[in-house]
């Protein structure tokens, strides 16, 4: 079992930075890839970014390429995401999940925190 916990989250002007954490427990963090997904009101949970258990793959939705990195920092059992030159498009909650190989598909992960709300003002 995996728990992740989700914090960071806040209002932004467009143009500012936040960053995102994902705090995990359980004694299954080992070998598990990391994504973060995002979800907008009426919308459907999408894929925003993807990293490696051994942090040598890393995939982005085109929407935050160049703009959203994704780490981890495997001995605090944390994964982040920095967000920079956020856009109010990128208003959402964003949830960060758990799964046994990185991909991009949303199924793929097991585990899901609670998400944390990033809204973006224009």
């Known amino acids: 079992q995996v728990q992740l916990r989700e914090s960071g989250g806040g209002l932004v002007q467009a143009g500012g930075s936040l960053r995102l954490s994902c705090a995990a427990s359980g004694r299954t963090f080992s070998n598990t890839a990391m994504g973060w997904f995002r979800q907008a009101p009426g919308k459907e949970r999408e894929f925003v970014a993807a990293i490696s258990w051994s942090r040598t793959i890393t995939y982005y939705s085109d929407s935050v390429k160049g703009r959203f990195t994704i780490s981890r920092d495997n001995a605090k059992n944390t994964v982040y995401l920095q967000m920079n030159s956020l856009k109010p498009e990128d208003t959402a909650v964003y949830y960060c999940?758990?799964?046994?190989?990185?991909?991009?598909?949303?199924?793929?992960?097991?585990?899901w925190g609670q998400g944390t709300q990033v809204t973006v003002s224009s």
């Open positions: 999940a758990a799964g046994r190989r990185v991909t991009m598909i949303r199924d793929e992960y097991g585990y």
